[in-house]
Nanobody
Framework: QVQLVESGGGLVQAGGSLRLSCAAS????????MGWFRQPPGKERGFVAG???????YYADSVKGRFTISRDNAKNTVFLQMNSLTPEDTAVYYC???????????????WGQGTQVTVSS
């Protein structure tokens, strides 16, 4: 059974940093793309960052230069380092796994339960 478990969310002041982790189990995902999405209150879930099986990374314009996605294939884990956070980054953050390089939520096969990130002004 595939399981993705996010951690690292919390409350942080504007300008601060957080590092999210997503540990996968049940299958090895080293050749899969892994992504981070977020859903602000009252809004749809949107793409944040992704990393493919070759280590290539891609970001939403809103986080480019502030967020960094990385992965540790030996630990089947993907990370999201978030710097210079603003209140607009407040959302539930989800990690997901896809067989292809994509920004489309519907193309991801497995999802975590989400972790709350709240940025205070």
């Amino acid at each position: 059974q595939v399981q993705l478990v996010e951690s690292g969310g919390g409350l942080v002041q504007a300008g601060g940093s957080l590092r999210l982790s997503c540990a996968a189990s049940g299958r090895t995902f080293s050749r899969y793309a892994m992504g981070w999405f977020r859903q602000p209150p009252g809004k749809e879930r949107g793409f944040v960052a992704g990393i493919n099986g070759s280590g290539g990374t891609y970001y939403a314009d809103s986080v480019k230069g502030r967020f960094t996605i990385s992965r540790d294939n030996a630990k089947n884990t993907v990370f999201l380092q978030m710097n210079s956070l603003t209140p607009e980054d407040t959302a539930v953050y989800y990690c997901a796994v896809a067989r292809i390089t994509t920004r489309t939520p519907g193309s991801y096969d497995y999802w975590g339960q989400g972790t709350q990130v709240t940025v205070s002004s």
